[in-house]
């Protein structure tokens, strides 16, 4: 078959070979649905540019390397998805296993006890000078309010004044902290 040119012959072109390029296009493609489209899409470009055919050529061959450059481009496509995807999926396990690791080395203790020493520093730090020096010497030096009120010269009440104080802003500093202890605790 050299130059179907009218409608009849192709229809009869079409007939005899759209089975077989179908099965040729889906060898490679392995998607019966996409195999028509293809082959189907080859028959309509070489109706489209019949015309344009050297007298002469060999319509089955020109038809065939239609389908075998559209298989290749859906080919071609196909693998750039599957890198794309393997692409993503090495991502997707490499987050997994980060977020695993992470997770296996998180120490609940350290990080709760590490903010919360940051945030009695924090509030320890915003206290007056005097305050600070009497909560330090009652808290860390285990002074009774009586040996801090004579070493600073002031009264047994003085002191209370002040170690409230700083009792009052480290309960206020850490009240969301308060909750979360009672909520482990209560249960």
């Given at each position: 078959m050299t130059e179907?040119?009218?409608?009849?012959?192709?229809?009869?072109?079409?007939?005899?070979y759209h089975p077989r390029f179908i099965r040729f296009a889906n060898t490679?493609?392995?998607?019966?649905?996409?195999?028509?489209?293809?082959?189907?899409?080859?028959?309509?470009?070489?109706?489209?540019?019949?015309?344009?055919?050297?007298?002469?050529?060999?319509?089955?061959?020109?038809v065939l390397t239609i389908i075998k450059n559209k298989c290749l481009n859906y080919l071609e496509h196909?693998?750039?998805?599957?890198?794309?995807?393997?692409?993503?999926?090495?991502?997707?396990?490499?987050?997994?296993?980060?977020?695993i690791t992470t997770l296996s080395a998180c120490n609940p203790e350290e990080l709760f006890s590490a903010e919360v020493e940051k945030i009695i520093n924090q509030t320890l730090a915003s206290l007056p000078?005097?305050?600070?020096?009497?909560?330090?010497?009652?808290?860390?030096?285990?002074?009774?309010?009586?040996?801090?009120?004579?070493?600073?010269?002031?009264?047994?009440?003085?002191?209370?004044?002040?170690?409230?104080?700083a009792l009052s802003q480290l309960r206020s500093s850490l009240k969301d902290y308060m909750s979360v202890f009672l909520a482990f605790f209560s249960i």
């Open positions: 179907p040119f009218d409608l009849k012959s192709f229809n009869k072109f079409y007939t005899d490679y493609v392995r998607d019966i649905s996409i195999a028509e489209d293809i082959t189907t899409e080859a028959f309509m470009a070489y109706w489209e540019n019949r015309q344009n055919l050297a007298s002469g050529s060999n319509v089955k061959a020109y196909k693998s750039l998805q599957n890198k794309t995807l393997d692409n993503i999926q090495t991502l997707a396990h490499w987050e997994l296993n980060m977020r000078e005097r305050t600070l020096e009497i909560f330090r010497m009652s808290r860390y030096e285990n002074k009774s309010h009586k040996e801090i009120a004579e070493a600073l010269n002031i009264t047994t009440k003085g002191v209370e004044f002040h170690i409230t104080k």
